[in-house]
């Protein structure tokens, strides 16, 4: 039974453009083709992977990071309370004001006190400036040797002219005559095994407020790589990767320099990022690629299941690209008029101890101008008293 189900859901006729299958991605006459077994050696790539990475941030992240002067201020943690911290463990990190009164009657603690202790423990969850600087530095490096790697990849392809005739250079159909070359293979294992590792290391990463976003690209990522991979759009896959790895390192660059205090370095860099993310993935990739993989096809075979599936996945994309756009246009504008570094809107901002004083200030004017509570305006039991 299963092996009757894997028969349908492989069948020729899903995947590839009417009188073509997987017996023409075969090896013949000397010419190497992709094939399904080859994607579990991303498997130990990924876990290689993983393990660089803690090499590399001890022995190169962490020094880079001590001489541009990357340091953490000194955190006070909240003291122990077992009834705060069973309810911010269970039941919410932001508790509302109601809440807030509730627990310092449970603790024996003043409402100050709470609010400053709630305001502590989330501050000793988020990451430290150090680790964020040392995954930056590890996907810069990364980033930027891709970026070259595929810039040779298209060179050993014979495909430099990509850019003004994309068209003629990256023929998706028929992809039959396209054979496998050993640095297109290491290319594509090397790239879909570092998205691997980045779906392992997901829980102890900095979590941003896209991490959702953030899974659904890399899931769509990795699908399409390996589809590329399956039906040989190996062409279109490098193209693809190079276009995401050419702004990468730039905005992997500008979280170094702003965690090192280098405003004007920072700000310089997230420009070049945003120039280059907004022409190669508003405008290079959707009018230019995606119309390719999209248009051009059908002027040579009717539709079939595999090609909107591939497109699918490139629109997914296409709108994380959007998404994404929007947040960095909105940056761009915050400091264009100033010289104010720029900040990461994703990322949740450390608590000051002056946000406590502002929160009491505010609960005693809202006491002192009669604010209502619970429904009821409050009483003033202050009036002299008649016989």
């Given at each position: ?12 006729w899903?995947?590839?453009?009417e ?7 075969t ?31 001890r ?14 201020k ?7 309370n ?13 508790p ?5 009164e ?69 023929l ?53 790589i ?42 310089l ?19 230019w ?19 909107y ?9 296409q709108a ?68």
């Open positions: 039974m299963l092996s009757r189900l894997g028969e349908q859901i492989w069948a020729d899903i995947w590839f453009p009188g073509h299958g997987w017996a023409d991605l090896d013949h006459d000397g010419q190497v083709f992709p094939k399904t077994q080859d994607l579990w050696v991303t498997i130990p790539i990924a876990l290689c992977f993983l393990v660089c990475r803690q090499i590399f941030e022995t190169v992240a962490t020094p880079l990071a001590s001489l541009l002067g990357v340091s953490d000194q955190r006070v943690r909240a003291p122990p077992p009834v705060l911290e069973s309810f911010f463990c269970s039941t919410s990190k932001n509302t004001q109601s809440s807030i509730s627990l310092s009657k449970q603790a024996g603690c003043s409402v100050r006190q709470v609010q400053r202790w709630f305001r502590r423990r989330r501050n000793q969850d988020r990451p430290s400036k150090l680790k964020k600087f040392r995954e930056a530095c590890w996907r810069f490096t990364f980033y930027l040797l891709a970026f070259f790697a595929g810039l040779a990849v298209l060179v050993d392809v014979s495909t430099v002219r990509i850019w003004p005739c994309i068209r003629h250079t990256l998706f159909f028929p992809i039959f005559f396209q054979p496998l070359l050993p640095s297109q293979y290491w290319y594509y294992m090397i790239e879909l095994g570092f998205y691997v590792s980045l779906l392992f290391s997901v829980a102890s990463d900095v979590k941003r407020k896209d991490f959702k976003e953030q899974i659904i690209h890399h899931v769509a990522t990795i699908s399409l390996s589809f590329s991979w399956l039906v040989n759009y190996i062409r279109a896959g490098t193209l693809i990767m190079l276009v995401h790895d050419s702004s990468d390192y730039l905005m992997e660059s500008a979280k170094m320099f702003n965690y090192a205090g280098w405003r004007k370095t920072c700000n860099s997230f420009t070049m990022f945003a120039a280059v993310f907004i022409v190669t993935r508003l405008i290079i990739l959707p009018f690629i995606i119309y390719t993989t999209w248009v051009y096809p059908l002027t040579l075979y009717p539709p079939f299941l595999g090609f599936f591939f497109n699918g996945l490139m629109l997914v994309l994380l690209h959007i998404f994404w756009a929007v947040l960095i246009v909105r940056m761009v504008i915050k400091f264009l008029p100033g010289n104010d570094i720029v900040e990461d809107e994703r990322s949740d901002k450390e608590e000051t101890e002056s946000e406590d004083e502002d929160v009491g200030r505010e609960q005693i004017e809202k006491f002192k101008n009669g604010h209502v509570q619970n429904g009821h305006t409050l009483l003033n039991n202050n009036h002299s008293k008649t016989d």
